[in-house]
C-alpha cells in the first residue's frame, strides 16, 4: 500500500489499459447497439461492411479511370511574359 504522498505508476498504467479497452469495446458494439438508427440498411458485422468498402471501393475507381482531361499549355501569355522580362535586362544581347 502506497503512503498518500507516493504516487503509483504502476496503478496508472493499469488504469489506463482499463479504459483503453472500455473504449476499444464500447466501438466496437456501437453498430450493434445504435448503427440501425444512424445507418439503415447498411451491414453491422465488419466482414459484410468490409465486402461493402471493397465494392464502393471498385466501383470509385472504375468512375475515376475515366477522364475527359485535354492536354493544354496553360498560361501562354504568362510565360512569354517571363521570357520577355528576363530577356529584356540591362545585360541582356537584345
Known amino acids: 500500500m502506497c503512503d498518500k504522498g507516493e504516487h503509483n505508476f504502476v496503478a496508472d498504467a493499469h488504469n489506463?489499459?482499463?479504459r483503453i479497452k472500455g473504449e476499444i469495446q464500447s466501438a466496437r458494439g456501437w453498430d450493434i447497439d445504435w448503427g440501425e438508427l444512424y445507418a439503415k440498411g447498411k451491414p453491422t458485422n465488419s466482414i459484410k461492411k468490409i465486402e461493402n468498402l471493397e465494392k464502393e471501393l471498385k466501383t470509385m475507381r472504375a468512375a475515376s479511370m475515366q477522364s475527359s482531361f485535354k492536354a493544354v499549355t496553360p498560361y501562354k501569355e504568362w510565360?512569354?511574359?517571363?521570357?520577355?522580362s528576363f530577356n529584356s535586362g540591362p545585360n541582356s544581347a537584345t
Open 16 to 18: 489506463w489499459e482499463q
Open 79 to 84: 510565360h512569354d511574359y517571363k521570357r520577355r
